[in-house]
């Protein structure tokens, strides 16, 4: 796990890369590779390197060249089947220098161009400088668990970086906010496609790779998620048998380290199949971490524990108190480079610091609900299309508007109202209507009410789901199910891989979601939509196969998503972080929200209504907006020790 960035001139602007520039750029990252760094400055390219050593620490050092120093990699991921690979190039005649992985991607650039990145089985980002051909290559692996954003400048300079800061900090772009992102951000937590909240950063997607051969860019997909079935049916034991098998292969093969590794814990199934499994193949007891909230509703520990006892692991855990929270915040957004889209991107990064004290590898089970219809909110979408659609054609339009009226006239704090109103029975029943607003931050509706009207006149991309659609329409499922999570994979699951990626390396530790295994992805997606949700179980096939694994507690409790209660810190002791960041005079003075609109949404909140989605959307953009385009310091730079702040315990073998 790495920081990488880089600089590319055309030849004829006859300038040069600055290296004081990409040495900055550079150690914007140090907190991704603290423990080594290197540059290479070859006239109008530059690359650089921090490098947080896990494989062949004495031998990786970055950026790498080839046999004959004509190609050069700065790279950030693991390569898990590199020494399968190694073997197949060294017979192509190809000399390695070191036991990295690194090197195998030069080598199989070298053998096969930019097609060589098919063959890689990992998480990555890289860009290999090919001083022959003049061009510079970046791809980024198939799920996109590792970042890569990059500037096109208007006289065709590339600069690009693991990080948004970085591109920053090399003046390649103007810190400014991007209103076409605006509808997308505010709907979906994030952006979803290419688009970043900094007007001119873009992120390379996922499974693509970029060209640049001076000043032109040309960017093509290697890797696409696809749902096409076999024509063979074959029976539920069959198919859980290739998935136990398949599924150890890939916990094993992300074990690859030469430093120790450990994981995080949660309590819940996907975090307990993979500790099930580690725990089968490391001798030792695996190191598991844990973090909760003092709150019970907040709070899981008795299942990660129980987990921990079932399979004797060296087992921490970490309270974070809500003082600590919201006191680092504001250096977390720095982190993310953009409003965090989920609070339990906090958590996150306290219980990395507490990891960080004992491995430097953490595995996680991220991945597992997009891939394995975990989420209720697939099961509400499927019933509401199907049942509605009969519903619309079978009862009469005079029924349909009783029973609409009656819905609105329910009390408007009433549970069953709020139930009824996201259901067929009020709703339209199409993808938009029932599945996209009904999940929705802020709704295109509700964005008219949300932005002040000069902000709504200059967001002219004003469809949030745009991307969405395209993905769902585009995809190549004969299922609602399959079709949905053809488009989370590329959307919902970014952003939780991009938490994931920067709240671990803020803490200099490295994670690897098991999961997201290429191999693994393409077997479930194949799969039956029944062997992923069957009747209301969701994951199917994953419970089934640890059904004689996991204690049962683990295998049947209900999904809890780490919930953090900031909806009842906004109502008690916090609330004058709404009053600091969303209620300012500072804030109101920007004029992108409606200032009466944003004062009833703390209201209601205040009132009961449960609007802490909303409010914390709000409260992360204003923290983001006066750090990256005021240019305020906002606890930036060295985050703090956390471990002896928020107490711990051990428990295990």
């Known amino acids: 796990m790495c920081g990488i960035c880089g600089i ?63 190609i050069w990699i700065a790279f950030n991921g693991e390569i898990y089947n590199h020494m399968d ?52 290559v970046l791809s980024r692996d198939r799920l ?139 001798k030792d007891p695996i190191k598991t971490f844990s973090v909760a909230f003092a709150e019970r509703d907040s709070n899981e520990l008795e299942y990660a524990r129980l987990v921990a006892q079932a399979f004797k692991t060296d087992h921490h855990e970490i309270v974070v108190s809500p003082e600590q929270f919201f006191a680092h915040l504001p250096s977390l957004v720095y982190q993310e480079d953009e409003p965090i889209a989920h609070p339990s991107s906090v958590p996150l990064y306290f219980v990395s610091r507490l990891a960080a004290d004992h491995v430097k590898v953490v595995l996680t089970g991220e991945g597992s609900d997009e891939l394995m219809a975990g989420y209720n909110k697939y099961r509400v979408a499927i019933y509401n299309l199907i ?16 029973i609409r009226d009656a819905i609105e006239r329910l ?55 745009r991307t969405t659609i395209e993905y769902i329409e585009g995809s190549d499922a004969d299922s609602i199910l399959d079709k949905l999570l053809a488009a989370d994979l590329k959307t919902y699951l970014h952003e939780l891989l991009m938490k994931q990626d920067q709240m671990s390396m803020a803490a200099s530790i490295e994670s690897r979601v098991p999961f997201l295994d290429h191999r693994l992805v393409e077997f479930v997606n194949h799969l039956p939509v029944d062997m992923k949700l069957r009747g209301w179980t969701t994951k199917y096939i994953l419970r089934r196969s640890m059904q004689d694994i996991l204690p049962k507690q683990i295998l049947t409790r209900k999904k809890m998503g780490f ?24 804030a109101v003075s920007r004029g992108i929200f409606n200032r009466n609109y944003v004062r009833e949404l703390v209201t209601r909140h205040a009132a009961g209504e449960n609007h802490s989605e909303r409010l914390w959307m709000l409260v992360n953009f204003e923290i983001w907006h006066r750090h990256f385009i005021d240019g305020e310091i906002l606890g930036s730079g060295n985050l703090p020790a956390i471990a002896s702040q928020a107490g711990f315990s051990a428990i295990g073998a």
């Open 8 to 70: 590319a001139i055309p030849d004829q602007s006859y300038r040069r890369v600055d290296t004081a520039s990409l040495v900055a750029m550079r150690d914007t990252l140090v907190h991704r590779g603290p423990d080594d760094a290197g540059i290479l400055v070859d006239r109008t390219v530059g690359l650089g390197h921090r490098r947080l050593s896990i494989v062949d620490i004495g031998g990786g050092g970055q950026p790498m060249a080839n046999e004959d120093d004509s």
């Open 85 to 136: 690979l190694r073997p197949l190039l060294e017979e192509a005649g190809h000399r390695y220098r070191t036991r990295s992985d690194t090197e195998t991607i030069l080598h199989l650039y070298e053998e096969f161009g930019t097609l060589g990145v098919r063959q890689l089985r990992g998480m990555f980002a890289y860009a290999i400088w090919d001083s022959t051909r003049r061009q510079i």
């Open 144 to 282: 996109g668990i590792k970042p890569l954003y990059y500037v096109l400048q208007d006289d065709g300079t590339l600069h690009f970086a693991s990080e948004i800061k970085a591109l920053i900090e090399s003046r390649a772009v103007k810190p400014e906010l991007n209103y076409n992102a605006l509808a997308d951000f505010s709907t979906n937590r994030c952006t979803s496609g290419e688009e970043t909240l900094f007007r001119g950063v873009k992120r390379l997607l996922p499974g693509h790779t970029l060209v640049w051969h001076d000043g032109r860019i040309r960017i093509e997909s290697y890797w696409d998620v696809s749902f096409t079935k076999t024509q063979e049916r074959l029976s539920d034991r069959e198919y859980i048998d290739r998935f136990s098998d398949l599924f150890h292969n890939c916990v094993e093969s992300h074990l690859m380290s030469d430093v120790p590794l450990g994981m995080f814990l949660s309590g819940g199934i996907d975090s307990s199949a993979i500790a099930a499994i580690m725990s089968r193949i490391v």
């Open 387 to 402: 049942l509605g659609r009969s519903y619309e054609r079978f009862a009469p339009g005079w029924m349909r508007d009783i």
């Open 411 to 465: 009390p408007g704090a009433s549970p069953m109202r709020r139930i009824l109103q996201r259901t067929f029975l009020r709703l339209p029943a199409n993808m938009r209507d029932v599945y996209l607003d009904n999940f929705a931050v802020f709704s295109p509706i509700m964005q008219q009410q949300l932005f002040a009207n000069d902000t709504y006149e200059r967001m002219t991309d004003r469809d949030p789901y």
């Open 563 to 586: 919930p953090v209660p900031v909806g009842n810190w906004f109502r008690g002791g916090f609330r004058h972080v709404l009053d600091d960041y969303v209620l300012s005079d500072r």
